[in-house]
């Protein structure tokens, strides 16, 4: 009964290479937002039935990865919460906070015959930091243009 337990562990590696592949193509904090001081990711996880999972946060300073892409924290699910539209779009915005609820898309496999949909409800709080320059920031954008 173990003989779909390869191509399972296959399908979570790849996974897991696509989110390496997708970290290495990002582009860093400093080039996705100039002047931030630091992203804060908080996230936390809950189950339909009501389990409890450790709640993760990520900080992320100027020349780290701006890649916003997490597993979900289920060893069995290959699912990932994918927030990097939603952070970029935060990030090129220079929006201080974002909230919001997302749901794993992955299907867990205990099973492998069945693989039930995971559904683990993930909400993400977004911090965007902004470096404290006391002169820059006041003046008006127009000052810079020729
Ligand atoms: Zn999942």
């Not at 977004?126 to 404290?132: D, K, N, S």
């Amino acid at each position: 009964m173990r003989l779909s337990r390869n191509k399972k562990v296959v399908a979570i590696w790849d996974r897991r290479d696509e989110l390496r592949k997708g970290r290495a193509a990002a582009e860093t904090l400093r080039t996705a937002c100039p002047g931030a001081a630091s992203v804060r990711v908080e996230l936390e996880f809950r189950s339909a039935a009501g389990e409890a999972h450790v709640p993760q946060v990520f900080s992320l300073f100027p020349p780290a990865k701006a890649h916003f892409v997490y597993p979900c924290p289920y060893g069995d699910c290959g699912g990932l919460y994918d927030l990097q539209a939603v952070a970029l779009q935060a990030l090129h915005g220079k929006q201080r906070r974002s909230r919001g609820t997302l749901k794993c898309a992955g299907s867990r496999s205990r099973d492998p015959t069945i693989g039930r949909p995971c559904e683990l409800q993930m909400s993400y709080s977004i911090t965007l930091a902004m470096e404290r320059r006391s002169h820059a920031e006041e003046l008006p954008a127009a000052a810079t243009e020729p």
